[in-house]
DNA sequence: CCAGTTTGCGTATATCCTACGCGTTGCGTA
DNA sequence: TACGCAACGCGTAGGATATACGCAAACTGG
């Protein structure tokens, strides 16, 4: 007997946008959603998205596997969940800041710090967002640019490429740093010297020539992408001063 | 006994390079890695990367499940193989080209078709490229680059930026149109109309207002991936002037 | 105290990847 | 020509996975 008579969302997003029906009787439930969801989290952090498994995630809670179903449809239920839940929420500035740049780039680099801490997140499919707090993020990068003379078109292309920017910036970050081994830096820069032959590849071989890939200690990982926020939001601002004089 | 004795690289790069030693004796085989390869990238097109197994794959190649393993040690070496055949050679330009905003434009262009075509790359691990198809695209968007005055750093990090916008708009136009139903471009839009509360998320609500969401007939999909790629160019075009000046 | 409702969970099934080892085939060589 | 070995194809089996189904336990309102 499901619950959606009137209503044609799916069930999933009924409960994330609290609309479900609070039932109050029966017995006391020992597991609930937030706890479900925030060990799956916790595990997926900690063991990578590979290991999550229903039977991992039930031995976590002390309970069994199938107990998990009273509260989750399915584990992509589980997922969107997680995904609801784990970025947490967006940094605040009013509608129309002044300062978009400053403000879009807060936004971008908090976004980053999101995807470091839950790798799993860029491991997931990229579908459009559908739940509350994935959208409060999407709202407050439109806000970021509240302020400038973009048409509402504009203003979400130019968020969809900081999105896609950050998303796979943290990708690439992430799935270098979480190999298996200590393979350092300097690996993946030693492996592609061995394998780019300059007259093959002559473009790519003058970048490693150049140290592009060797570790710089003076630098952190964050450098390189702040690097590339600048200059995306260079383009941001091209379009920002077009539309002024216009 | 494994053949990588005075070689630490991996097996599955080896093949990828060629530097498999031919071994001409024994029987003659029925199955091949290229056929493999070739199955599994025509499969995961058709039915998605869900559906692709190692037994649907032996169905489909008329053998066993386990004859695949003669030729590829695990399913995710079969994905490194896919990864690295499915997206063909990259386009042709020469070192240094003249034009480089429509030498990268083409490229883009080229990749986000690659990517359209086989909707399952994106849903793959963004690791760092370490074979040679891959390799290749690297080096043609690095010499899109080859005749302005940016340092090899600059370079490296403009593409990186084309990469992940290309990428990124791939994933979100995938996994909105390769819904199961006929689920057409408005029932996204509808669903944020009836989620995004003006007083909750106004920067949204206004952005949907305008019809952003809303499905334009005259224009095609492409046309916002062409309007972001334009931004973005904008800002490696900055980059450029900057440097020409300096 | 009882009926109804909700939770927790045991069982069972289908599917998946893949370690292991056996029989078969065909080339290179004696 | 005949033999031996290397490489191939594949059958079996084991462990892990998600999850449909149904029943027992526990709690609450009457």
Same sequence: chains 1, 2.
């Avoid at 409960?15 to 020992?30: D, E, H």
């Avoid at 799993?120 to 640019?145: E, F, H, K, Y």
């Avoid at 950050?166 to 979480?178: D, K, N, P």
């Avoid at 393979?183 to 820069?189: E, L, P, S, V």
């Amino acid at each position: 007997m499901p619950d959606d008579i009137g209503d044609e969302l799916p069930h999933a997003l009924n409960v994330l946008w609290g609309r479900a029906k609070p039932k109050g009787r029966g017995r006391t439930p020992a597991l609930s959603l937030e706890r479900i969801v925030a060990a799956a989290v916790a595990l997926a952090d900690e063991e990578g998205l590979a290991v999550l498994s229903m039977a991992r995630l039930a031995e976590r809670l002390g309970c069994a596997p199938m107990s998990l179903y009273r509260h989750v449809a399915s584990k992509d239920d589980l997922q969107l969940f997680m995904l609801a839940a784990a970025p947490g929420p967006p940094p605040e500035f009013g509608t129309a800041p002044a300062d978009w740049r400053g403000s879009l780039t807060r936004w971008a680099v908090e976004l980053f710090g999101v995807y470091l801490r839950h790798p799993w997140i860029v491991q997931l499919v990229n579908s459009p967002p559908v739940d509350p707090g994935q959208l409060a993020w999407l709202d407050a990068a439109l806000r970021a640019l509240g302020g400038t003379p973009l048409d509402p078109r504009a203003r979400f292309s130019m968020v969809m490429l900081v999105v896609h920017y950050v998303r796979g910036a943290a990708q690439i970050l992430t799935s270098m740093t979480a190999e298996p081994e200590e393979r350092a830096d300097g690996a993946y820069a030693a492996l592609l010297t061995e394998l780019a032959d300059p007259g093959r590849f002559p473009a790519l071989a003058r970048t490693i020539e150049a140290g592009v890939f060797a570790p710089n200690p003076g630098a952190g990982p964050d450098d390189d992408f702040r690097a590339g926020l600048d200059h995306l939001l260079d383009g941001v601002g091209v379009a920002i001063e077009r539309a002024t004089r216009a």
